[in-house]
């Protein structure tokens, strides 16, 4: 369900990762002070505090979501009339508004893109929303099987199917690529994209089932929670934890060679594995 102080308070392990990677690309970031986009932006914490300070003084970002209440939280929250503002954007969406075509010095995004089922429309759109040989910067998670594998499976349950729709919109565009790093480089090449760097990484986090959960939940792809009883709600949010713990517990055991865990029943303390692709890319000049 859709809550963007709920989202706010438990986006430490978004916020971390945004924060690491400006940093390593800080040296091709300071010098922008022109128009920016964070795409995804969400409640619009990571926008204000971790994207605006690395940029230029004279760089202005707009946010932009596809939730409305997200949006309206982020400009009533962070908004700023001089340097930050807060827009309503599908960047899937096949008509992109004129306004944005060609308008763009950079664009960021964090944490978003695995969630764009159609992800080619994706790439484009964000060509064509940057200048002629200006930049993007972007991390995505491409693998996380306790989380995609769990919604996966629960989109073919018959209490949640008809509420959840095609299973496809549940699982990243490279979840089960072989080589997702290669086919994300393919993908940006073909549109016309420079590819400067693209990295597929492995990360991991200990945070609280429930509290991931809940801010996982409170994203746009989740909208149709809204849509069931109390108590099938409440049941789908249990049945959720639960099969992200089982895989979770399953894929941390399969690692260890199949040692016995002394947490294993709760999957306390157990991480989370995961992978991102991290691309930094430009828009040819011509």
């Known amino acids: 369900m859709v809550n963007p102080e709920q989202y706010v308070s438990f986006d430490n392990i978004c916020k971390n990762n945004a924060s690491h990677i400006i940093n390593e690309f800080a040296k091709d970031l300071k ?31 707009i946010g932009t979501d596809i939730m409305e209440d997200m949006v309206e939280y982020a400009n009533k929250t962070y908004g700023d009339k001089e340097r930050l503002e807060f827009e309503v954007l599908d960047i899937q969406t ?31 759109n964000i ?12 991390l995505s998670i491409a693998q996380q099987a306790p989380l995609f594998e769990s919604l996966e ?19 990243g565009s490279f979840h089960y690529s072989a080589r997702p790093r290669e086919d994300l480089k393919e993908l940006l090449e073909d549109i016309g994209f420079q590819v400067h760097h693209c990295s597929h990484r492995e990360m991991s986090n200990c945070v609280c089932t429930e509290k991931y959960l809940s801010m996982v939940t409170s994203q746009y792809t989740f909208a149709f929670l809204n849509k069931m009883t109390h108590n099938l709600r409440e049941e789908f949010k249990n049945e959720l934890a639960r099969m992200f713990t089982e895989i979770k517990v399953k894929k941390y055991r399969d690692r260890l060679g199949n040692s016995k865990l002394h947490d294993e029943k709760k999957g306390t303390n157990i991480p989370a594995q995961y992978t991102v692709l991290v691309a930094y890319a430009q828009k040819n000049v011509s």
């Open 31 to 61: 010098n922008i002070s022109g128009k920016c986009m964070d795409i995804g932006c969400g409640p619009g914490d990571i926008t204000r505090d971790v994207l605006l300070p690395v940029l230029n003084s004279k760089a202005t970002m």
């Open 94 to 124: 096949k008509k992109l508004p004129e306004k944005y075509i060609s308008k763009f010095d950079h664009i960021f995004s964090f944490h978003a893109l695995q969630w764009c089922y159609d992800i080619r429309q994706t790439f484009e």
């Open 127 to 138: 060509y064509c929303m940057l200048r002629p040989g200006k930049t993007m910067l972007i």
């Open 153 to 171: 499976t629960m989109a073919q349950d018959m209490r949640y199917a008809s509420y959840m729709g095609d299973k496809k919109k549940y699982v």
